[in-house]
């Protein structure tokens, strides 16, 4: 089968290869890709900023169709419609494994990177690593809940946003834009904040529903956050934009007691924040990664209600084939979300 | 001034009756009384069912606007648009006070019941129980924003209700409908439960957007919820029904591991549960009443965001007069909530 | 090998038999048991008023050492000394397995019940339910320390009991026993309650650290509480007597707010209570069963540390062939923990 | 009356002089100071590094015995042996005040540096703001009630600490000493870091029950720490010390979903740490200030159950006329906790 693959370490060396079709195990499913997303980790394999498993088919955000289910799998039947976790491999014995967390497992390693990935016409992993979507998610849709499972699990679970909260949201990329649907549904209001050259990605933000728009270069936004919490300021913020300069200055948005949730990631810059400033003001900062299996469950919900859309943060949607399009605009950050589809 | 007034103890013993006019203290405000509520505690104290302190006006779910201000008081000026809590006597020393809920405060007393309250042309009390209303707020709705305090509370603060949940609530009258828009407004998907008499009120609660209706005399409720949640139950029951005999027959709905958040009253008569079916089950039962600054606060947003909406719970415009046929339809079971304008 | 097996349905039909000695599997270890302790969910198989897969050997608090290990299996060897999950079988793929609850799995079969169990020289399972003991717990605490599991979960993780808050605890058995160390290892007053009759199992309590000892027919419960909370009450009740009559009293124990772990079991029979009770005060009732891989973990320590000594609970040691003499003092309700040595 | 004075604004400019002695309002009571801890605050007042209101007494930590009590008050009587809060001012109306989260009050002034403090023979407070000692508190250990009520706020209340965890605790100075006495109350395992100079306070420490003594200019913390965590690092870290480079460091120790409490203080200056790996490792940062009705009601426990105990932590109780030589030992780090006594 045709697939994208990191063919060894370094920058570059990624291309479209013919690769042996997988083969299931007994606890094993097939699928049939149907669409995956282009993640900022699939750029870092591409210039060898971090460490992959080559010859490996990249791709983690994926979503397709059963076409083969292993004997031993139970509850998952030819013809669904799936997406899969990023774990290609799980030590299934440490306490974050067994407590539902496997994000953090000591041992873990990642679908597309280490282990062969969705970029290609078949798939293969655990029974047990499978969602089904359901009939409200299509499949350009299904490849991007990965991404909402982590967003929901960060805002619903870890943050535990409330209903008639008023956050802020720093970063109108992909993850600030799920975000701001999370906090939505979640009956929050939202202010939205990004730079002017953002302007695109914030007025998405307004037709996704959220409450005040700020460029960060542009407007006062403490003030505008003043006035819109009568001098209190933000309950929450999450921050979206990686970008280590911004994260004092959203701290200092903050109520007294407010929580600044980290989505958000920057190369391991270092950032440099007060702490007597989160002392005084009785503050808690939240860093999160990966889902869980009911922040799942709640995400799922939310597409089947139509309460979030996946499909305006999908700015493109490409042959497998034209994967150099795709990555080049990545790269120049033009676009939301790109699909390729195998 | 005309006032509502219980004039002794014992059943009845409710007239209009010419009252003097309050006076402030320097901690005090003087409310115009622009729309009053009568609510369930109201007819127990009419018929004489709970102790009360007459002679004392009637009356605890009022709004109006301020028309003095103490000396002492700060934020609050003439002209505001207000409610107020129904505390009419607070210790401010016992660790509920301390602590910010006041309506467990060991000696605490109540407005309209054992101080004078808000069927009457002016209503007085102290700066620190008043909330202001925003613009989106008219007095009607101002006057049972006290009800939705307590329901914000109750869902948001103690149940603490997540955004992609499945949550059934029982009962549709005022409270349940309450409950309902504020379960909606925080992302949940919402099973409505009543019985075939409810019918006005299970059609107003499609219209305030529940996602499945039930009546309990006529669906299987247990059946449709498992349809609902891939067998799993409800991840949260609201109980608004005061129905002693419904209880058992909720907790079964609930899933493993879920909650029960009890805000109905039934007089105290028993319910007979299985503490077993809570054990292994590993259900929690949330008993709550009144409310906080916070709830207050973000029940506030809810309304000024249109994602909470009181009118349609409006069922009766009466002037003070006529109280007698407000009374009588609580006393019928007619209506939904009923304002008295002093 | 020498086994205690239920041998058919109903009540009695269960003997010493000869049984044959179990292999493992790759994922499996096999067990040499050094000690089982009898529960009182063995007396109902024994009695025949539970389901059970008949013929099966009984026994599930066990404890032993490694003498085989499969070849899938990783962090075990032989030699570890262990004790084992209850579980006979787990569907791995409900919600329930997935987040770290397997208690609650719905499909979940139990050791000594519907699989075979701990009384027998040998025992198998996957090694995924294995939990390593460190050198402070022999065997037979080893043996039980799956009840201190399940309480360590009910107090640490459930009710979230915070030190220097002061709970009651109700029924001096196994159970109340164990929350009475773990309670006390947590920094709270603890008042232990039971009856006239159970005065070798509070003077117990009283060594084991119990701030005060109430006997419910003797002295006046809630007056000795108000004494020591200020008339507030307590901040937490644990229900341990199995009782249905005691549970109403026990709840107005409670401070408002206040939080009832509900552990004891009463064979499913109707509990009166008052839901206007628990509404008003605001309280919160915990059922809760089972345990999970961090209260475990929370548990060893405790046991590293001699915080919690589960030696003092062991009343009887018998060879596995006195068993009837081990479960004739369990219907006589005579000692506390009672271990069978294969 | 003698009361340590801060005269005017500036570096120095503190001196004992003749007050006129305080009379009492209807809401307030009269104390008769018996001791007054110096505390790091009144060290920048003292060095003018803060602003203060002179002339003002100072002083924040204090107890005493109620001398008078004003009309108004309840619950207090003469003769009481006391402590209060220190705040000299609160506007009793915005959100944090009425949550009772005093320390967050938008309008906050400080005894001791606002208003009239304790280094006097008198101090006048309102009734709100006195909490009563119990028997088990001498007036020394009375006078540093107010730091241990912020450390059993930081850690039971807001990291919310769980017997049978490994917390360490970074500083073993007065705040490091009364976290690590309230952490091993709470049934924590803990593990004491500081610096070889700090050899006398470590000692004390290991008096106190720490379970691990290191000190991080000799000793490999982080192997020892995964030694005793078997490689997952510690639940919860404490940092009391006040040193901006240790906290990445810290950050480093713990284990995955772990927690850092922040109480410690730095003069705002900038701490770099990596949010990535905040991200990464699912980490939560709190800082915490102040307290709660609740906390202090802990507290009180702890104390009177022998559960933590101040005296150890009382180096020097000096006449308040040598004030001079108990402020120069605070500016030369000599000794812990200095009290003096009017």
Redesign the interface.
Known sequence: MQALVKTKAGPGNVEICDFPEPQIKDDEVKIKVKACGICGTDMHILHGSIDSSPPVIMGHELAGEIVEVGSGV??IKVGDRVTSETHAHL???C??C????PR?C?ERKMVGRHGNGGFAEFFVTRG?KITILNDKVDFESGAITEPLFTV?HAL???A?I?????IGIVGPGPMGLLALQ?AK???A?VVMVGLSKDKDRLELSRELGA?KILMADKDDVEVEINKLTS??GLDYAV?CSGS?KV?PHTLSLLK??GKLL?????????????????????????????T???AK??????LR?D?VDLKPLISDVLPLSKWKEGFDKMDNKEGLKIILKP
């Open positions: 139970k509850d030590c299934n014995n306490l974050y067994r407590i539902g967390y953090y000591v047990s929901t619903i679970e870890r535990n409330q209903a008639g909260s008023v999370v549904a979640a009956g209001t409450d001098d209190y921050e280590p994260i007294k007691m980290v989505i958000g990631l920057n190369g391991y810059r270092k950032v440099e924040i007060s702490t007597d400033h989160i002392v005084f003001n009785g503050i808690e900062v939240i860093g999160t990664v990966g869980t299996a009911t469950e709640k995400a799922l919900e939310l209600t309460k």
